[in-house]
């Protein structure tokens, strides 16, 4: 055998070594994003009032997406429900995702 017929000569010669660097690289930078947003819970809080905001002006003045919406509203309210504390929730908790 010869001594460059590891999986080293084969990963340099395929891209997937190109995709799998890109890879961490964008997830880095979207850690360090997320890191820097984290203790800035008012604005946050205010960035998803105004996104919503706009998103009910566009949903009432084209009289459409009301599924879209539906399904939107589901999934932020399962969001908040699974963020929460599990003390708080008593014991109907496990009840709610049946």
């Known amino acids: 055998m010869e001594a460059g017929a590891g ?23 979207y850690q360090h994003l997320l890191d820097k947003l984290i203790p800035h819970v008012l604005r946050r809080w205010i960035a998803f009032a105004f996104a919503a905001f706009i998103y009910i002006i566009r949903v009432w003045f084209i009289q459409n997406f009301y599924i879209v919406s539906y399904l939107l509203g589901v999934c932020s309210i399962h969001l908040l429900i699974a963020s929460s504390p599990r003390w708080l929730m008593g014991p109907l908790f496990p ?3 049946v």
């Open 7 to 29: 999986g080293d000569d084969l990963s340099s010669r395929f891209p997937y070594s190109v995709v799998s660097k890109w890879r961490v690289t964008v997830s880095r930078r």
């Open 95 to 97: 009840l709610l995702f």
